[in-house]
């Protein structure tokens, strides 16, 4: 069953939550607060705008690291899995119904060369351009999800081996 940690707000299956390690977990009510992501520079804008359009409440608080700008959203539990949907479209580079068909297959772009723009008018080319912006912003998010799954790895493993150093 789902719990809330009262300390980092984050939405967990145990009684500790293995992210902060607190101990002060309840099952959570629609209107709790609770993280559902960390999103860096230009995702974090295109999930507040996804949000937004689905009229979806949350919540950003913003950090800065050396280079990168950080947002952490916050939503209402009874939103959580709306949210998650537009997370998933997000990490999946299809926010947009207009964008889903304009993205590059894997196909197209390991058959991809400079010599496919040779003849090309302007609207073709602009239209290209469009495809290649999709499909980098698609690539930026499925970085981001793989950022987030190594950071949450790394941390889960520093804890493993600090517990294992406990036991002995």
Do not use: H
């Not at 009510?29 to 996804?50: G, K, P, R, W």
């Not at 537009?86 to 304009?102: D, N, P, V």
């Amino acid at each position: 069953m789902e719990r809330i940690c009262t300390r980092c707000k984050r939405i967990i299956e145990t009684e500790q939550c293995p992210s902060c390690g607190g101990t002060e977990t309840r099952f959570p009510e629609s209107t709790d607060e609770c993280l559902i992501v960390v999103l860096a520079n230009y995702q974090s804008s295109v999930f507040a705008e996804a949000l937004r359009y689905r009229e979806i409440p949350f919540r950003m608080v913003t950090s800065v690291g050396k280079t990168t700008m950080f947002r952490e959203f916050y939503v209402p539990y009874g939103r959580i899995d709306d949210a998650f949907d537009e997370l998933e479209k997000l990490c999946e580079g299809r926010l947009l119904a207009s964008e889903e068909a304009q993205v590059f297959t894997d196909e197209e772009l390991d058959r991809m060369d400079i010599s496919q723009l040779e003849g090309m008018d302007a609207e073709s080319l602009k239209a290209f351009m469009g495809r290649i912006r999709n499909t980098m912003k698609a690539i930026k998010c499925q970085e981001a999800l793989w950022k987030d799954r190594s950071n949450l790895l790394f941390e889960m493993k520093e804890e493993a081996e600090l517990r294992l150093e406990d036991l002995s």
